[in-house]
């Protein structure tokens, strides 16, 4: 492809992808493919000529579009949202066109450093951090990362290592990373990686070589970890490393009215670290997890390898960032393009707008569960998430009778007709061994009217759920 071809195709992909956004909201919300859908309508091999562009951006709209879901979908409420912006897609078409991706030192490319060295400092002050987790401060500091799950991952990495330089006859085997059950699998994977002792317990009950991630919005409810009880002690325990995973509900922080609920206090007075996924509920596209430290030079004295061919006359100045030595690749992408595109493009009060709206479309939809005869919240609605199951409404000793088994397989039931339909997408979820069923509002496109059209799918599918479960699962019937 020339230049002028590039030209020509790269308006007709814009094109297309405008035209996607128009018809999005007819199409059904989840692709209904088969697996495997796509053996057979693709060569097994890759073409030994090279082929003309139109054939293949057809194909692209021929095959891979019938395969996806559509996660900006207005009626997608399943998992939590994924941002795609068009401030985003063109920072990242900027982005990859140009060959200054890998920007791992800072003399790779300045611009790449320096402008994610800035806009880390405009995410914290959009969220509300203190300045001492700002670039500006010299000695913590922001990097973009991959996911939430590199995130802890590397602020794990650099836990043990500070905790070992300070007590040198520790052995690996004694440190502990600390989750809760509602911890996301992140915590996990992190002490499977690093081969570290993980356990799910109160905090109380500790001894002192322990790593801590504490989240700040589950993922299954959206519950806050009682951050004021961990300071309480984190005190008696300085070494405690916490982290906190606010991959979803960082982005709320940007709106002063959430900063007390989500402990932003606590937050900035003893976390160590702090992520939040500017790619979930903050307006940019996949991927950019934003990570900050209180003191960057734990995160180096971990992952600080530097051989010869890397050396630079800055780097070993000490006068600039080398952000290899923040994660635990060498190349990175040029991500903070797209974050300064979105803070630029949404301005702050852009941004409040979008995360109100969101929280304001779950409150419509919290209202009418309120008012329902056969819905009701499991936990209470945090955000822009609503976690709820069917319970039929029966005279109070039938109800009484009800097994929670019985009621699990009427909810199971209940989702399994909901997951059936394409035209919306909600996920499930098991709490303490309740079933129940996550609604998280994301997409910017959706609107009251959506959030009422979910309710009428929701309580349909409730109500024919409960005849089913009322004839066969129960044997006797007890309605009617
Ligand atoms: C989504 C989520 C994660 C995982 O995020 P990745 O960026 O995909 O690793 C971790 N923690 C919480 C609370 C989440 O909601």
Not at 226 to 231: A, D, Q, S, V
Request: net charge negative; charged share 20%.
């Amino acid at each position: 492809m020339d230049v002028e071809q590039f030209r020509k195709a790269g308006y007709q992909a814009i094109d297309r992808i405008c035209d996607y956004y128009y018809s999005l909201q007819e199409k059904s919300v989840v692709s209904k493919v088969e697996p495997g859908y796509l053996r057979g309508q693709i060569p097994l091999t890759p073409p030994e000529e090279g082929e003309d562009f139109q054939v293949i951006a057809d194909d692209y709209q021929k095959l891979i579009a019938p395969g996806l879901t559509h996660w900006q979908h207005p009626s997608f409420f399943a998992y939590f949202p994924t941002s795609c912006t068009f401030e985003g897609i063109l920072g990242d078409l900027y982005a990859s066109s140009m060959a200054c991706n890998p920007g791992f030192n800072w003399s790779c490319s300045p611009a790449c450093t320096e402008l994610e060295a800035i806009v880390m400092d405009w995410a914290a002050d959009l969220l509300g951090l203190s300045d001492a987790f700002k670039n500006s401060s010299g000695v913590g500091g922001g990097v973009i990362q991959t996911t939430a799950s590199d995130s802890a991952l590397v602020t794990v990495v650099a836990a043990r290592s500070l905790y070992l330089s300070r007590h040198p006859d520790t052995k690996m085997e004694d440190l502990v990373i600390y989750v809760t059950t509602q911890t996301h699998s992140l915590g996990a994977k992190a002490a499977l990686v690093l081969g570290l002792r993980l356990r799910s317990i109160d905090v109380t009950q500790e001894d002192s070589y322990s790593l801590r991630v504490a989240t700040v919005g589950t993922t299954s409810t959206g519950a806050v970890d009682n951050l004021p009880e961990i300071r309480e002690v984190v005190k008696d325990y300085p070494s405690l490393w916490v982290h906190i995973d606010s991959a979803w509900a960082g982005s709320a922080l940007a709106c002063p009215e959430n900063r007390d609920k989500l402990y932003l206090n606590e937050i900035n007075a003893f976390a160590y670290s702090f992520c939040s996924n500017f790619h979930k509920w903050g307006l940019v596209n996949f991927d950019c997890s934003t990570l900050w430290v209180r003191d960057r030079k734990h995160l180096t004295d971990a992952l600080d390898i530097t051989p010869p061919f890397l050396r630079t006359k800055h780097g070993d100045a000490g006068t600039v960032i080398d952000y290899r030595n923040w994660h635990l690749g060498l190349g990175r992408r040029f991500r903070s393009l797209k974050l300064w595109f979105v803070l630029r493009g949404y301005g702050v009060s852009g941004f409040q707008s979008y995360i109100r709206q969101c929280i304001a479309m779950n409150g419509v939809f919290a209202k009418l569960v309120e008012k329902s005869d056969i819905l009701e919240f499991v936990t209470k609605p945090s955000l822009a998430l609503s976690v709820f199951r069917v319970v039929p409404k029966l005279e109070s000793e039938k109800q009484q009778a009800l097994s929670q088994e019985s009621l699990n397989e009427l909810n199971r039931l209940f989702y399994g007709r909901i997951s059936a339909r394409d035209d919306i997408m909600l996920t499930q979820t098991s709490l303490n061994g309740i079933f129940c069923v996550r609604l998280a509002v994301g997409a910017s496109r959706t609107t009251e009217k959506h959030m009422h059209d979910a309710y009428s799918v929701i309580e349909k599918e409730a109500k024919a759920a409960i005849e089913v479960w009322d004839q066969t699962v129960n044997g006797v019937a007890l309605i009617g």
